[in-house]
């Protein structure tokens, strides 16, 4: 996702200062010990040219894994670009202004508009998955509102499940096996030989569990929820019970000297045992529980699994066209609520349909699906103590780890010394130093090289489930929003409206009026969702959790409002708001008035002629009359 500049900061500082201060910490004693062992290079080259090139490949090794370390350290250090796009949308935003971080988004958002639209009806929240698996099961049994955790804490608490229960579930079968051995169910020579590689072969498949946990744990895995079962302990079970006792049978073909040759020998003292290596993964499961227990703990006494949302439905009788109201929704009432004027997220574009269902009505319907811009709700770090405690075990875990793997080339070193005269001496000198006095140290030399080759391997993938973990719970997020969905439905009427119909009026207003019945269903919540952030260009592109859904009604009855006072404030008739039509229209009318005198004065002077004309007429019949009469008599 693009960094989207704007001078109004969204309040996003960078989580990860304190990891970046320890980590760098840590990468610097690396690299102190690195460039100490190729100081050592000129003086095992005057030995040994093997040995000066060993202390030249670790050495080597080293200052690159150190320097690594404090380069990944410092970059949690530098500055946390953070845009005004962030954090990712709930589902794939189809609002105009931001389709490249849409498409850029897109697959890492964790649910659809179908979702969110189910999420708001059904009162229900779909973050919150049923687990599956025996395992997982048995842990959510136990702690039940592990459930209602985002996906890299819930990911975490069954990562960290699975290892307490495989480790002591290795302890018993390497119990188990020990007793099977020991007792002489497997045969006497079994004793001698099967239980170290059975040892070897337990802490195998120990590192590797426990290396697959911190695989998981890794952030660029962690944002999906993972299951576990619980298939691996019944079989380790079985097989520490089969294996010993199927393997006794064939120790005596394949070893033909006799117990009593073996028992001069003495190897029992020589041969590798794991119970070593046991009980440092044993202390070390012991500090990985104290850690991240009361981390997890407390981030579930926080969980709050609420799903409650506002409602509002209506039917309102208005002079509206539909379209007006949707464009009024989106872009006045729902762009007045911009959080820092970050445009709205558009999870389903409101696009109304008008259905004409005669020359002048019909049926309209749309449908509308919004979120603001997600708000930084807390900026305090909980459990800092914890947190620090959690990040600088790991730290000296991976230090450690360096250590081991400095005493493992170190003791090789050893053997090669041992083995040397053996290497460079003829064949029948060769033959001579190969005896029972020479062989027998070096099962001692192995034995010594398995333990710390072991201890190495779980050292290092305990210290990177610490890592892991620690980066999870520093980098969480919550962020408050507001989550809308209206749904409008209704139907519609056209007539015509006409004013100023006087008979000598020459202006008028004629205006189309649409009158619609309108049932609004609205329903909006003011979620809590979370992020876990990363250090790099991606810092806050990850898969964000919604946590919880609170009622707001007091917002909804401001929307309502505010869509009620625009429904009122419509006008239905034209009006004349510049002066200059006004100041035509009364020129106009004192023309009409002029024209009304003026006709008014010749309807009276054409009365007054009428009148006159009559009244002669009048005088001209009485004296024809008296005439008349005159000439009778």
Not at 207 to 214: D, H, R, V
Not at 528 to 541: H, I, K, Q, R, W
Request: a neutral charge; charged letters at 20%.
């Amino acid at each position: 996702m693009a960094y989207d500049f704007g001078a109004q900061s969204l309040g996003i500082k960078n989580p990860f200062k304190a990891e970046g201060k320890i980590k760098t910490i840590a990468g610097l004693i690396i690299t102190i010990i690195g460039v100490y062992i190729l100081l050592q290079v000129p003086e095992n080259l005057k030995v040994d040219k093997v040995l000066g090139w060993v202390y030249a490949g670790l050495g080597f090794i080293l200052i690159i894994s150190g320097l690594k370390r404090c380069s990944a350290g410092l970059y949690q250090l530098f500055k946390y670009f953070v845009g005004r796009s962030v954090p990712i949308s709930l589902s794939y935003n189809f609002s105009k202004t931001e389709s490249d971080n849409a498409k850029a988004e897109k697959d890492a958002v964790l649910y659809n508009h179908q979702e969110l639209n189910s999420m708001l009806l059904g009162r229900k929240n779909s973050t919150f998955i049923e687990p599956t698996g025996w395992l997982s099961r048995f842990i959510h049994t136990i702690l039940p509102k592990l459930t209602f955790l985002p996906y890299p804490l819930r990911n975490t608490a069954e990562e960290l499940a699975s290892v307490v229960i495989n480790t002591i579930t290795a302890i018993a079968a390497y119990a188990i096996a020990s007793f099977v051995v020991l007792s002489g169910l497997a045969g006497e020579k079994a004793q001698i030989f099967m239980l170290p590689i059975f040892s070897a072969l337990l802490l195998v498949y120990l590192i590797t569990t426990w290396k697959s946990s911190a695989h998981s744990l890794e952030s660029a895995n962690n944002y999906k929820l993972n299951q576990i079962a619980g298939k691996s302990v019944i079989g380790l079970i079985a097989l520490s019970f089969v294996i010993p006792m199927l393997a006794g049978f064939y120790l005596d073909e394949l070893i033909p000297v006799s117990m009593e040759v073996l028992a001069e020998l003495k190897l029992e003292q020589y041969m590798f045992s794991a119970w070593g290596n046991l009980g440092i993964f044993f202390v070390s499961l012991f500090v990985l529980l104290g850690l991240i227990v009361p981390l997890l703990l407390s981030r579930m006494n926080d969980a709050n699994p609420q799903t409650s949302v506002s409602e509002y439905r209506d039917n309102l009788q208005e002079n509206v066209h539909p379209k007006e109201i949707f464009i009024n929704v989106e872009n006045i009432i729902l762009a007045n609520r911009r959080v820092k004027e970050v445009p709205n997220r558009i999870y389903k574009e409101f696009n109304p349909e008008l259905v004409p269902e005669s020359d002048k009505k019909g049926t309209f319907n749309g449908e509308l699906l919004i979120e603001t811009q997600p708000e930084l709700t807390s900026t305090e770090v909980k459990n800092k103590t914890n947190k620090i405690l959690l990040t600088l075990f790991s730290q000296v875990g991976l230090v450690a780890t360096v250590v081991l793997l400095c005493a493992f080339i170190f003791q090789a070193i050893e053997l090669y010394i041992y083995l040397q005269p053996v290497i460079l001496a003829n064949k029948t000198a060769s033959n001579q130093l190969m005896n029972s006095v020479f062989l027998i140290p070096i099962v001692g030399f192995v034995s010594k090289l398995l333990f710390i080759y072991f201890a190495w391997r779980g050292t290092k993938a305990i210290s990177r489930i610490l890592e892991s973990c620690s980066h999870t719970f520093w980098g969480e997020i919550h962020f408050s929003s507001l989550l809308m969905n209206l749904k409008v439905e209704g139907t519609y009427t056209e007539s015509k409206m006409a004013t100023g119909m006087g008979i000598n009026d020459s202006t008028r207003s004629e205006n189309f009026v649409v009158r619609s019945s309108i049932t609004p269903w609205l329903i909006t919540s003011r979620i809590d969702s979370c992020v876990f952030a990363t250090s790099g260009s991606n810092n806050l592109e990850t898969p964000r959790y919604i946590m919880s859904m609170n009622k707001n009604d007091l917002e909804m009855e401001q929307i309502v409002e505010e869509m009620k006072t625009f429904l009122v404030s419509r006008e239905v008739i034209a009006a004349l708001r510049n002066t200059q039509d006004l100041d035509n229209t009364m020129q106009i009318l004192e023309v009409n008035n002029k024209s009304r005198e003026f006709l008014s004065k010749n309807q009276e002077s054409l009365t007054e002629q009428a009148g006159y004309l009559r009244n002669e007429d009048n005088t001209d019949n009485e004296e024809n009359v008296t005439d008349n009469t005159s000439k009778q008599v």
